[in-house]
Each structure stands twice: as structure tokens, then as C-alpha cells.
């Protein structure tokens, strides 16, 4: 499915809004998949799970070592000063 085409969505008593079939294969998600959503700049984003981790760790390839280390070492620096 293209990126650009807009179909209309109604929202139902519940507040539930139905995602054409053709979106739902384009973002990868089957009945029961669980999407990530959030606003963002008055528009609501869904992104599938597998999409957003995989975004994520691409921002963070080129990091060398442990950033939870790196973290956790910052941490204890800033602890150390206030101490």
C-alpha cells in the first residue's frame, strides 16, 4: 500500500476505530498483533513492535560497548560529586 493513501476511519461507541486490511498488511499485523502508538504533533502514530525495535537498535548500531554500563558509570560519577 502506498504511504500517501488516505482512506476515512470511524470511530465506533467504544471508541474503536477499524484499520483497513490493506494498512494492517502494510504495517505487518494480524488479528490480535499489538501495535505501539503514540501523538505526535496532533496525528496518531501505529507502529508494529518488530518496526519500532528494529528502528530503535538502527539508531544504535555504531555505539561500541555497553550503554547500560555507560549508564550506570554516569551514575556513579554524578553520586560520587553530590556525595
Known amino acids: 500500500m502506498e504511504n500517501q493513501q488516505q482512506v476515512n476511519v470511524r470511530f465506533d461507541a467504544q471508541g474503536r476505530a477499524l484499520i483497513p486490511k490493506p494498512m494492517r ?25 518488530a518496526a519500532l525495535l528494529a528502528r530503535v537498535q538502527a539508531r544504535y548500531d555504531d555505539v561500541e560497548g555497553s550503554l547500560s554500563d555507560e549508564l550506570i558509570a554516569e551514575r556513579r560519577d554524578e553520586a560520587e560529586r553530590e556525595g
Open 25 to 49: 498488511d502494510a504495517l505487518g499485523v494480524a488479528n490480535g498483533d499489538e501495535v505501539v502508538a503514540w501523538l505526535e504533533h496532533g496525528r496518531l502514530v501505529l507502529e508494529s513492535r
